[in-house]
């Protein structure tokens, strides 16, 4: 079975410093879709940065970069330069290969606490 | 372009009601999938639609039920409400271009039912 383990429940960081948010996964599946999203305090999910499991490279969006350890199984969300606004709940989550064409079936991890002190 | 709409944003039911939640994806997306988020189980997906068809579905009673029109428009119903489904309701749509590799999901705000 799939599984999301984000072993954070809650993080504290300074404005302007650099974060990692660990994440580890499990699956069976040869192909698959990691992603991070953030929750803000409104309730709307916010796509943050995708990272596919035969990516070469890790995949980076401005300030947010994603550390793909593939043999670990880790996809830990790095944040450089902190801001205020980054405080919210951050969500690892998986897709796996085995659902076909299917979208939307997106595993979950517990999920992380950001909290950005000033 | 306009993201994904869901309403209504609040609602309140008591036990055996049932309930109607909306959501419109973001236009020319055809896939739409619902999660049900609580403080004890996190997100937990419900369904999926693509094309008016449910493409899967997750772990839930028969009591959680959903459908999607022409327009892409879909509606989750529970009926018989119990005081576990209160909890916040997260529409999400997709392009739906197949694989694993793509398509990120746009969720919406989501739906905040309380169950007395």
């Known amino acids: 079975a799939q599984k999301i383990t984000q072993t954070q429940p809650g993080m504290f960081v300074q404005e302007k410093e650099a974060v990692t948010l660990d994440c580890t996964y499990d699956t069976s599946d040869p192909s698959y879709g990691l992603f991070w999203y953030k929750q803000p305090s409104s309730g709307e999910m916010i796509f943050l940065i995708y990272q596919g499991s035969y990516d070469q490279q890790n995949a980076t969006e401005g300030r947010y970069s994603l550390n793909f350890q593939k043999a670990r199984k880790s996809a830990n969300l790095v944040i450089s330069a902190s801001q205020l606004g980054d405080s919210a709940m951050y969500f690892c989550a998986m897709r796996g290969a085995l659902y076909g064409g299917s979208q939307g079936n997106l595993i979950f991890g517990k999920g992380t606490k950001l909290s950005v002190k000033p | 372009k306009a993201g994904v709409t869901q309403t209504p944003r609040y609602l309140i039911k008591t036990r055996g009601q049932q309930v109607t939640l909306s959501c419109s994806p973001i236009?020319?997306?055809?896939?739409v999938s619902w999660y049900q988020q609580t403080p004890g189980q996190g997100l937990q997906f419900l369904f999926e639609y693509f094309s008016e068809t449910q493409r899967n579905k997750g772990n839930f009673p028969g009591r959680f039920s959903g459908r999607q029109f022409s327009n892409s428009r879909s509606e989750m119903n529970v009926s018989t409400l119990e005081l576990g489904d209160s909890a916040l309701y997260l529409c999400?749509?997709?392009?739906?271009?197949?694989?694993?590799?793509?398509?990120?999901?746009?969720f919406g705000e989501g739906s905040r039912l309380t169950v007395l």
């Open positions: 999400a749509s997709s392009l739906a271009s197949g694989g694993a590799r793509t398509g990120e999901l746009f």
């Open positions: 236009s020319g997306h055809r896939s």
